[in-house]
């Protein structure tokens, strides 16, 4: 156990709804990165957030957006959601925003458009 | 750019076989790489890690070393055994970066 925790672990909806994914790091973690796992584009880079800011940003589609909330938690909000949407998003937490620190990984959330 | 080029699988070994899982990376200047396991219905967990070139990284029997020279992190085991049936993903992380950009992942099954 990594100490991240993602809900909801299954998520299935239709072609052009919203939904909100949420993680939380580990205790004492500031950053928080979401990743997209497909099988089509393999394990991506999403985004990543500092202490409530945004820090750097990946391959994130313009209907996708996130946010780190004062308690650091984070949520990945996807809207007008397409098929080619379904995957396995994973949260990851560090100490710091460090390019030295470890990222610990959470248990994922997979997403189904139907 | 930067990215990683991972052995395509899945690949399957008897227990106690030798494994090689080969990776290479495209990056400027010496990246940190990394390989991180994933067993069934988890996450991903950091196997090992090198940072700078003719650095081995090692656990749980596995080591990889950062060759620069081949651009190259190639995992291997002496002798796997069945709990090592996973998916293993390569992976770097660029100067100054912190994201990590990953390989395709490659599936390790091993038969008793």
């Known amino acids: 156990d990594s100490g991240v925790t993602q809900t909801p672990k299954h998520l299935i909806t239709a072609t052009g709804q919203r939904v909100t994914l949420r993680c939380s790091p580990r205790s004492g973690d500031l950053s928080v990165y979401w990743y997209q796992q497909s099988l089509d584009q393999g394990l991506q880079f999403l985004i990543q957030?500092?202490?409530?800011?945004?820090?750097a940003k990946g391959n994130i589609l313009e209907r996708f957006s996130a946010q780190q909330f004062p308690d650091l938690h984070s949520e990945l909000n996807l809207s007008s959601l397409e098929l080619g949407d379904s995957a396995l998003y994973f949260c990851?937490?560090?100490?710091?925003?460090?390019?030295?620190?470890?990222?610990?990984f959470g248990p994922g959330t997979r997403l189904t458009v139907l | 750019g930067n990215s990683v080029t991972q052995m395509e699988g899945p690949v399957t070994l008897s227990e106690e076989a030798f494994l090689t899982i080969n990776c290479t990376y495209t990056?400027?200047?010496?990246?940190?790489l990394f390989w991180y396991v994933q067993y069934p219905g988890e996450g991903l967990q950091l196997l090992l890690k090198a940072t700078k070139a003719d650095d081995k990284g090692s656990n749980k029997g596995f080591e990889a070393t950062y060759r620069k020279e081949t651009t190259s992190f190639h995992l291997e085991k002496g002798s796997v055994q069945v709990s090592d049936s996973a998916v293993y993903f390569c992976a770097l992380r660029p100067i100054g970066a912190n994201n990590l950009f990953f390989g395709t992942g490659t599936r390790l099954t091993v038969i008793p």
């Open positions: 990056a400027t200047g010496y990246p940190s």
């Open positions: 990851a937490s560090s100490p710091r925003d460090q390019s030295y620190n470890e990222q610990f």
């Open positions: 957030y500092y202490n409530g800011e945004e820090r």
